[in-house]
């Protein structure tokens, strides 16, 4: 019985000393992770989509969609929201970051979804996982701002 005791103390020992240190990460921080992650992923499916044949050509030729100067003023706020939003996710109040970050996620979520329906070219196939994985993104984006934790008051 004794063995067994100090055997099971020295795992129990063991095991304690052996465990990694897990903090509890804030949600601001998690919500600017998460923005910073859906950026790289717009950033790389860019990139990789200048790698398509003929795809430089059509943008310097003028035949791409952001042909226009209104065009391209208008595609840049795709890109600037969710880069202000790494940000404001930790600058805003709590109730303005979630706010914030519940509509430009569902925003983004949607628009990236319209994105994917619109993908058909063999060439696009990363382009297919870029979309559905910044949509996972932005969809927990919108789920940790919706669960965002409440502060524990005690009212008197």
Same mark, same amino acid.
């Given at each position: 019985m004794t063995q067994h005791l100090n055997s099971s103390l020295k795992f129990n020992k063991m095991n304690h000393a052996n465990k990694l240190e897990? /903090? !509890? #990460?804030? #949600? !601001?921080i998690k919500l600017a992770a998460l923005w910073?992650? #859906?950026?790289?992923?717009?950033?790389y499916e860019d990139y990789f989509e200048l790698y398509v044949p003929k795809r430089v050509e059509r943008i310097i030729s003028g035949e791409s969609l952001l042909n226009t100067p209104q065009k /391209?003023?208008?595609a840049s706020w795709v890109l600037i929201i969710p880069a202000l939003m790494i940000f404001l996710s930790i600058l805003l109040k709590p109730k303005l970051s979630r706010l914030f970050n519940i509509i430009f996620g569902t925003c983004y979520s949607a628009l990236m979804l319209w994105i994917l329906s619109n993908y058909s070219d063999k060439w696009l196939i990363f382009a297919i996982v870029f979309a559905i994985v910044e949509s996972i993104i932005t969809v927990i984006i919108v789920w940790y701002a919706w669960k965002w934790p409440r502060q524990n008051q005690l009212i008197l």
């Amino acid at each position: 019985m004794t063995q067994h005791l100090n055997s099971s103390l020295k795992f129990n020992k063991m095991n304690h000393a052996n465990k990694l240190e897990d /903090l !509890k #990460v804030n #949600v !601001k921080i998690k919500l600017a992770a998460l923005w910073t992650s #859906v950026m790289f992923c717009y950033i790389y499916e860019d990139y990789f989509e200048l790698y398509v044949p003929k795809r430089v050509e059509r943008i310097i030729s003028g035949e791409s969609l952001l042909n226009t100067p209104q065009k /391209l003023f208008a595609a840049s706020w795709v890109l600037i929201i969710p880069a202000l939003m790494i940000f404001l996710s930790i600058l805003l109040k709590p109730k303005l970051s979630r706010l914030f970050n519940i509509i430009f996620g569902t925003c983004y979520s949607a628009l990236m979804l319209w994105i994917l329906s619109n993908y058909s070219d063999k060439w696009l196939i990363f382009a297919i996982v870029f979309a559905i994985v910044e949509s996972i993104i932005t969809v927990i984006i919108v789920w940790y701002a919706w669960k965002w934790p409440r502060q524990n008051q005690l009212i008197l």
